[in-house]
């Protein structure tokens, strides 16, 4: 099978490819992949790296105002049409994929004018813009969260759930604790702001760590981002708070192996990142969550509210985060045990861990029934 795969910009929309890539490989003998991005997106770094062909075409986002900028976005938008029509005569898939940013955008409106199956994959509540405006041209729609099947065809959108890596899955409670030198006593509270940090959240989080310096009940992993590292520290020295004899509160500026952590968490403060949310649900993980307010069109607003609504997380905006704020909302979860079993018990429903065979499956399925025209 020959499959064409495009997304890029973020590692939100890069990721997901790379385990359907994956995912496609192991299950089946003979797969030829080429990954459509562009030269200044992450994907032009992590692609090749993955040991993946990857080729690149010209595209930037889309203007909203008449500019001699947007003429020159529209130039650059005919350049990248040409060469993705190029690309897809020379390869000719089975099937197309895209999983958003600008450059699936005329890589997968072409394929589909041209007649190749086509499938995209969604990972936010609220779909993002290129997703959106290609939804009327493509076969089929996987999406992470139901919310955003009403954006979609009707009979086009499926719920998949987003692919989540395998050690994740793997790895048990005990191993985690065990792992990151835990008690297996107490409950784990699991701090972090997405991969490069929070620094609301992690001034917030202080006082957390305060209260909870010598609990019996609550342990504490607090992962900062690089950039908060030092001045986390630097926070925690200026309150007199001695975390590294406190034998209960672990601060690191970064997990290689976040595994562990999820595995041993029973209650997260995060960010509202599709991909970690999926963590989340599939460990049956509760979560306090604050949306990243400059996220594209305030979308991790559309994440968390998603999770809230079906009783899963808690939502603090960002603009109303302090400590005081962050620590009553943990005090009164930790107070209600019964409260965060029932939480913990929606995530797991709502965790959907045969999300890459989901997709593989789908993909296959369109790969199988529709011929090439070109
Ligand atoms: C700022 C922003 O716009 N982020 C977007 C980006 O998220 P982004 O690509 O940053 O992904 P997420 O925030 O969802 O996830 C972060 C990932 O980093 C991992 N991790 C994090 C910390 C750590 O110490 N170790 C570690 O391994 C987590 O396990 C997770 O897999 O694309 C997602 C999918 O389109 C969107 O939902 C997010 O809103």
New binding site residues.
Partial sequence: MRVLVTGGG????V?PAISIIRGLQKKLSQVEVLYVGTRRGLEADIVPKEGIPFRTITVTGLERKLSWRAVTTVCKGITGMVQARQLLKQFRPDVVIGT?GYVSGPVVLLAALMGYPTLLHE??ALP?LTNRWLARFVDVICVTFPDSLAYFPEKKGRVTGLPVRPEILRVTRDEGIKKLGLDFRKKTLLA?G???GARSINRAMLSVVQKYLASEALQIIH?TGRDGYQETMAGLERLGIDVVNSGNITI?P???H?EYA?AAADLVVA???????A?MMIKGIPGILIP?PY??EN??EF?ARSLERQGAAVVIPDVELNGQRLLATVENLMADQERLRRMSERCRQLGKPGALEDIVNAVMELAGGKSKRE
């Fill in positions: 973020t590692g939100g929309h990721y958003g990972q936010n993002g972090l997405g991969s490069r992962v690191k970064y997990l290689y976040i999820l960010r509202a990142g599709a991909a970690f949310l963590e990243y996220a594209a979308h991790q994440n």
